[in-house]
């Protein structure tokens, strides 16, 4: 069975540019797989499996959103509207962002070159953490690759109509049972131990969610990073992807490199340094330029002399 719907303009606020919103590395191919210019993922809602596709009809300034859901219920199209709108950072006024941000010279020009990219929402907190824990001094492509081999050994698995087949992103639930060895297999690498230590935590020591959303962001920053294979960037990652914690800034090499070189700044800058210096130019709405300064950095391969 197959349900169709679009999100239409008026329920999108302000510009979208889906391509560089899901290739901006907020997700990864793992995530959300790119299939040409839509967009598949898997995901279990009430304990059944559901395709999700998506992909952008109309402009960057009058986008809509094409929907297909497949699953073999019977299924609430609203549901998955609010779902796909909260996950797309569909329901933020982007206009009112930009308002924020465009305040000199060098967030007016990565705003206008990648205008519509939008910060994205975990709605699986698991999956987020999970995603960005093994994301640490990882390429993209090694990430991905390690994603796809959980998901391949511990996950369930939904064929689409064409015949394309996905497995819905690992929680800690698929991973509890496993051994080190079994994640030694899906070639972690190193990254194997922390990796088994951490899904070991979490199955004694689950995560309260709501309870750390509310919470004192430096309080709840350190319980992130209390975590095994979480470090400063990986927690701040989880903050604002996850959490929606939008006055946090995660600094990878990209977004280090090109704060560095747009602002002129000193190389020997600290993460702190770097993060307050962004949080002081733009407070709440800090998380907001992460993605610009990735894509530009990524994009221009920007490198510091």
Known sequence: MVEEFFILNKEIKGPLNLKFTMESEQFTNSNWRRIGEKYRKVVKIKGKLVGLEV?????????????KIYCKNKVKVEDFKSRIIQELGLNY?????YDRLENDAVSKKLINQFRGLR???YLNLEECLIT???SANTMIKRLEQMCEALKQRFCEKFRFDDGMVLAVFPTVKHLSEA??????????GYKAKPFFKLIKTLTRKPVNWEKLEKMDIVKAKR????LP???????????????GRTEVLPIDVW???????LYGLNPNLTYKKLQNFVKEKFGEFSGYFGPYLFYYGRARKVVLD
Do not use: N
Request: with cysteine; glycine share 8%; charged share 30%.
């Open 132 to 134: 960005y824990q093994l």
């Open 255 to 261: 977004v280090r490199r090109t704060l560095i070189k």
């Open 179 to 188: 051994t080190l060895k079994d994640f030694e297999e899906c070639k972690l």
């Open 223 to 226: 319980i992130l990073m209390g």
């Open 229 to 243: 294979g979480v470090g400063e960037k990986v927690a701040d990652a989880v903050l604002l992807y996850g959490l």
């Open 55 to 67: 992909w952008q009809e109309g402009s960057v300034e009058k986008p809509k959103i094409h929907v």
């Open 119 to 121: 910060l994205v929402r």
């Open 93 to 97: 006024d982007l206009e009112a962002v």
